[in-house]
């Protein structure tokens, strides 16, 4: 759907077993729950659903008229701005109007008959091509990542230096008042891989987690204990589920392994006073003191301002970064590489800690 003149620019009906002219109902539908202030991911018309997102001026929409999995269906919507977004770099109504044919056969890829397929955008990239001159021309052999067991990697990969760098990056978010508590801390975290290596190797990851120690027995040294552990597709959850092992077969060069988030008190890393002082009705001096270390004072000239009404106190919106350090104390304890040839691969590990919703409210 166009968001502003309301028409369909693309559709694909993938079972038969909804009427098309169903989604005719879905934009009347949706303003009239947004004047009612009743808007929900799922609206109903009939024995029809519809469960949307939103992406730039865009409206993508799921129908069915089944009990349908609604966390599948959205995982796949998501993904479809993912793949198009790769494709097009941006998604809005002109992309998707200058490759009607790409976007067919995109859509024909990555869902059959109801169930998503192919949804890796680098796979897809090896046989549906942007150009219109190279569709003619592409492969006709479906590349066999399509049809075996480990879709998101080709086979046949070669490289010279075998490497793999795992980045661990963390994000702190914080709000702390003008008394100087925090009222709200977390840590969301990914573990991010750039893979550079030859063949089909198994990798197996091991970190210092809580968990996988208290089953081995292990209690010494810092632990962690990650909570809404999210992974890509290659690792094997059954394994992770059995003996916490992150066993996978990685997919090549850049690709995000896991995310997780950390419920703890965290304390500020980053501590900052601030000073608003007025004169009279034209001149606003602020002072701010970051630590031990820095103080900023500045000076501003205003217009007279007669209005002596009450101003609001924004919040001072901290950002850093921080190398070669995770605030949660997450370490990489292992990473094995295992590949039928033999050959020696290096892994590389790097630490980062950087500010994510990381807020101190001030006192005036």
């Excluded at 993508?60 to 097009?88: D, G, H, P, R």
């Excluded at 859509?107 to 890796?120: K, V, W």
């Excluded at 049809?147 to 980045?167: C, L, P």
């Excluded at 301002?305 to 350090?325: L, M, Q, W």
Aim: charged share 25%; hydrophobic share 40%.
């Amino acid at each position: 759907f166009r968001a502003n003149l309301v028409y369909v620019l693309i559709c694909r009906n993938y079972k038969g077993d909804v009427d098309m002219a169903e989604i005719d109902h879905f934009m009347p539908l949706l303003m009239q729950h947004e004047e009612e202030g009743l808007v929900s991911p799922v609206i109903s018309h009939g024995s029809v659903h519809f469960l949307w997102i939103k992406h730039s001026n865009l409206y993508l929409v799921a129908t069915t008229n089944k009990n349908s999995n609604a966390s599948l269906v959205y995982s796949f919507l998501y993904k479809i701005v993912e793949v198009f977004t790769e494709y097009f770099k941006e998604l809005e109504e002109e992309s998707i109007q200058d490759n009607f044919v790409v976007v067919y056969e995109l859509l024909d890829e990555l869902m059959d008959f109801g169930f998503p397929q192919t949804t890796d955008s680098k796979i897809l990239q090896e046989y549906i091509t942007q150009e219109g001159a190279k569709l003619e021309v592409a492969k006709s052999k479906v590349p066999t990542t399509v049809t075996n067991a480990v879709s998101w990697r080709s086979e046949g990969i070669k490289y010279k230096k075998n490497e793999v760098f795992i980045d661990v990056i963390e994000s702190i978010n914080v709000l702390v008042n003008a008394n100087g508590s925090v009222m709200s801390s977390d840590i969301v975290g990914s573990i991010k891989l750039k893979t550079m290596l030859s063949g089909m190797p198994e990798l197996r990851l091991g970190l210092n987690d809580r968990v996988l120690f208290a089953l081995t027995g292990r209690d010494k040294g810092k632990t962690v204990v990650m909570e809404d552990v999210k992974f890509h597709q290659c690792v094997r959850l059954s394994r992770f589920e059995s003996d916490r092992t992150i066993s996978f077969i990685p997919p090549d060069g850049e690709s995000e392994l896991m995310s997780y988030r950390i419920n703890t008190h965290v304390k500020p890393l980053i501590w900052i006073e601030s000073v608003i002082e007025k004169f009279s009705h034209s001149r606003v001096e602020i002072m701010v003191k970051g630590g031990k270390e820095f103080l900023m004072r500045a000076h501003f000239g205003l217009p007279s301002v007669e209005n002596d009404e009450a101003e609001g106190k924004p919040p001072i919106t901290v950002k850093f970064e921080i190398p070669y350090f995770t605030v949660s104390g997450i370490q990489v304890r292992y990473m094995k590489i295992i590949e039928k040839s033999g050959y020696q691969a290096l892994p590389w590990v790097r630490y980062i800690t950087q500010s994510g919703d990381y807020q101190l409210r001030t006192n005036v």
